[in-house]
């Protein structure tokens, strides 16, 4: 039997909503093996971060070696990088290893506004990761940091997109789920925008959304769909994982990661 392998490179989030958690899920129930390389320790909840650990460049360094040189990597994400040489050390583990189809979630600020990427680690993240990257995945306020352009519509969207793109990534998303209205996400690939939008659930339940959403199109990626097949599937997963969210938590809780799968199976 033939396994698609998929490997993320993220915090831990002891809530279970996003971070390692949300990838390790979302690549199992889409039929994906799972691997990770934890880059540090959150004790988070629905409610917020409460506490912060990175882990040591050589912890972070070790656990990519052991699975690229064993098990072998079909695709790879990136979620959490707190720090400077965090993001230095992947990169340089990604490159070593030559490890494929790389999407980068570029994580800044939690849902309860806790930052999970240290201040001046922005230009790093442009500089040592972004050129290595498939797809990277912004949302509105990280889009405005990378590009330090004010975003409120769809064109000013279009033309993030543009300029991530000059970064070096092959396809940009930027993720619309902070507008108004739809939920619209913007793929460009330095030709062509590409639209994929799902209505919007009026709901505090989006906890992960971001990470749920990546580790989708990676598991896509693993398994050898293209970077437009990869996202319209994870945009039908994310968009199913919001709606029926399992309403845990007294804050912003977690999405369901079981939604998709159960309501593709109920119509074969
Ligand atoms: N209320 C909503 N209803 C429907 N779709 C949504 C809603 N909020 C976000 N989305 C969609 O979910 C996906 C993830 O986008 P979002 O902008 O929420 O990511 P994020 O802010 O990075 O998430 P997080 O930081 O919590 O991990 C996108 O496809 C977006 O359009
Ligand atoms: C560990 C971790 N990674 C990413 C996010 C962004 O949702 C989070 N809240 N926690």
């Known amino acids: ?5 998929a490997l993320t490179i993220a915090g831990s989030d002891s809530g279970g909503g996003a971070g390692i958690q949300a990838d390790l899920k ?54 959490m990088l707190a720090q400077v040489p965090i993001i230095e050390t992947v990169a340089m ?36 990761l972004l050129p290595l990257a498939t797809v990277v995945t912004p949302n509105l306020p990280e889009a405005e940091v990378l590009t330090g ?14 300029q991530i793109h000059s970064f070096g ?28 939008v799902s209505p919007r659930f009026e709901t505090k339940h989006t906890h992960g959304t971001g990470c749920t959403f990546s580790a989708a199109i990676t598991s896509e990626l693993a398994k050898g769909a ?14 199913c994982a919001i709606e029926d969210s399992l309403g845990l938590g007294q804050g912003h809780g977690p999405t369901n990661h079981w939604a998709y799968v159960r309501r593709h199976q109920q119509h074969i």
């Open 226 to 239: 293209a970077v437009y097949e990869a996202v319209h599937t994870a945009k039908q997963f994310i968009t």
């Open 93 to 128: 583990k990604i490159k070593e290893h030559q490890l494929p189809n790389l999407v980068v979630d570029p994580v800044m600020v939690a849902k309860g506004g806790a930052q999970l990427l240290e201040n001046d680690s922005q230009q790093a993240l442009i500089r040592h």
């Open 1 to 5: 039997m033939t396994v698609s392998r």
């Open 169 to 196: 990534t092959r396809y940009v998303l930027v993720k619309g789920g902070h507008l108004e209205g739809d939920a619209l996400d913007i793929l460009y690939d330095g030709e062509q925008f590409a639209e994929f």
């Open 149 to 162: 352009r004010t975003i409120r519509t769809v064109e000013e969207m279009k033309e993030a997109a543009r």
């Open 26 to 79: 979302t690549f199992t129930v889409l039929g994906v093996y799972g691997m990770s390389a934890l880059t540090a320790v959150t004790a988070q909840n629905t409610l917020g971060v409460h506490g912060i650990y990175n882990l040591s460049l050589e912890a972070i360094a070790q656990q990519i070696d052991a699975v690229a040189v064993d098990l072998g990597v079909d695709a790879i994400k990136t979620g």
